[in-house]
């Protein structure tokens, strides 16, 4: 199972680069061991060419490393609080894409203009507070944003993206989407004002995409 | 004629991810069957990386799925209305192309001050009715606002881009000459006012470039 | 001769969509044949992957085909045009690339605010006159312009960009270059006003660059 | 120890090509031989996919040649004045990458409002003086600008960046990140403005990331 995780976040990490999420080692995902309390993460300061199943790192709730040769990405910390704290999570993503991180820069929610975020996120892409690395703050700071929350995006304020998921995968699908609508959006302000969308339809299309949405068992 | 059709469908799906209109899964392309009440369409929730023409789908008019493993794009029945209502389509393309959305999001045309514009859509870009997915309301949209236009693309409010083609390739052109144009005309106007073209002018380059473009047989 | 110029011209193509400067087949290179009264242009309506040396298309100086099996570009014109009047020039390269497209459609000149831009253009980028394709109003407008003009780049208004060089590969330097600083001073320009650079100082950037920089056989 | 020099400044120039910070032959990376008065450097108007470990040149730190069949970089003399008054800088870099150069061009300081601008520059990053190319002046610029300051990049006015590090990695990383950073801020500012970070919070941030970050013996 561990062999299967660190497989699947070693793969996932090329999608960052691909959709262009990520600068020099900048961002990382993680993803729950199934039935273990444990989790795998990026080896901090590693290219992302470099990445290989085997460099990836294996960490236990509090964030301590369990297996690996290299040391645990810088954000391990916040990926371990979120873990402990929200069980149903199963994967956590982190990047510094640039629209979202430019909305988080002044602090300012994206509003829910396009029915593809209405789709994803269900509202608004809410902000959560500055916080300093190193300890508690940022997971803190991140499950207090979304407990509760539709959204499964979180802009941190000056910093970047935390995005969580049932899985690594749909993580990184809440991480790509996140920039792209926060891309779109920022555009569509850039000339004007975006039509805001009824609270009932946004209502309706995220309750739609949650459950009908693609082949059922590739979800 | 079933297997051509699936094969160039599934193809074109990689112009889509080549010109940078799609994030994740969220685009589609479809065609109609030579001769047949049946069109050929992306599946549910697959990744580009993963479409084989054994992959794609096979609907009737209806958007009743006729044949293959997946459950179609859940843009079906947006494109059988379209099959259905306007027999002179023989491809239709849905994106979320970022600067075209960013244009739908505030509801606003894409006005015609390019010479390339005029050739391709012949006057401005229209704007659809925000219409909720499921059923006919976004089908409807899209015909009534492209019946009896020019353009071969219409911007669907708060939504994304529907193209219409004689072929799924000619719909695939004008999808990736929509966003071409829309991010063009958008960075002009951030500095400024686009000098209009006159009407006349733009008629006469419609008129040239729909006869004399393009090798005579490969258009 | 006419192997050779059909072989770099080709190749040429490549470059336009390596730097992005075109979508779909909306862009062309052409290269006169030394020594002759001939130039190679890319066939009309054919894309950038399809090209081979063999499918370029030979035309004489009043744009007729002289060899190939395909009909030529459809701004052929406007380059035989260039070729008749400008005896120094040796390519042509035609693009609706994004940013340097966006001040033709405002019919603004990019000032000169970059030592890159002074290095290569000598001072602003101009604008040519509105011109319908067909006939010789493209051409002449890009010749008036550039007669007598540092610039090697002009934006045709509502239209694109044309460039010329002592060679195809120049000419490509030229639009590639245009770009480049198309977009860094509208990025510059949306956030304040640039620092105008004293003519002097243009005057000795462009007199350096021109008889100084590169390899000396290779420029 | 020449050899492996070159063999990686010639690698990281494909860095350079990979982050797009790089038109045409338009940036350079240079490295200092450990334990000679030597530094490798691009040859001049040479494209990056003809580069190769034996194309490299060899200068003194006067920026004279030593070895290679090439003219060295027209910023040679740029990087020799860095070497001679910097001592512990290994690696330096110079491109025209789009947005830091937007800053440059307007001659305006990057303000602090990211983390991971926090992090790598540990305040704003610098503006230098406007300065001709030729002679010792833009190195006496940039040395001015980046001496007992955090930033290894400076913003040489209306001309682009350069950066410094005790690597040409180092160095490399620097440009990448100042790029980065540069659309970040920027694009924020587009629609307000980000929120200031607290000055003794950039300096933990700071400290924190030169003093802990990434595997010990990588960075």
């Given at each position: 199972m561990i062999t299967e995780t660190r497989r699947e976040v070693c793969r996932l990490h090329a999608e960052l680069v691909r959709y262009d999420l990520?600068?020099?080692?900048a961002g990382n995902v993680s993803g729950r061991v199934p039935g273990e309390d444990l989790f795998v993460i990026k080896p901090s300061g590693v290219s992302y060419d470099e990445l290989t199943p085997e460099s990836m790192v294996v960490c236990d709730l509090d964030g301590?490393?369990?297996?690996?040769?290299h040391a645990p990405s810088s954000d391990t910390e916040a990926h371990a609080y979120v873990y402990r704290h929200m069980p149903e999570v199963g994967g956590v993503v982190h990047t510094h894409s640039t629209y979202a991180t430019a909305w988080a820069a002044r602090g300012e929610p994206i509003p829910c203009v396009l029915t593809a975020m209405a789709d994803e996120f269900g509202g608004p892409i809410p902000v959560g507070p500055f916080a300093l690395i190193g300890g508690d703050d940022i997971g803190r700071g991140i499950v207090k944003t979304l407990?509760?929350?539709?959204?499964?995006a979180v802009l941190m304020q000056n910093h970047g993206v935390f995005t969580i998921g049932e899985s690594p995968k749909a993580a990184v699908k809440a991480a790509v989407m996140c920039e792209d609508v926060a891309r779109t959006v920022h555009i569509s302000r850039q000339l004007g004002r975006p039509v805001p969308i009824e609270p009932h339809h946004i209502d309706s299309l995220f309750d739609r995409y949650q459950n009908v949405y693609g082949q059922r068992s590739a979800k």
């Open positions: 990520v600068a020099w080692t301590k490393l369990v297996e690996g040769d407990a509760g929350h539709r959204s499964r």
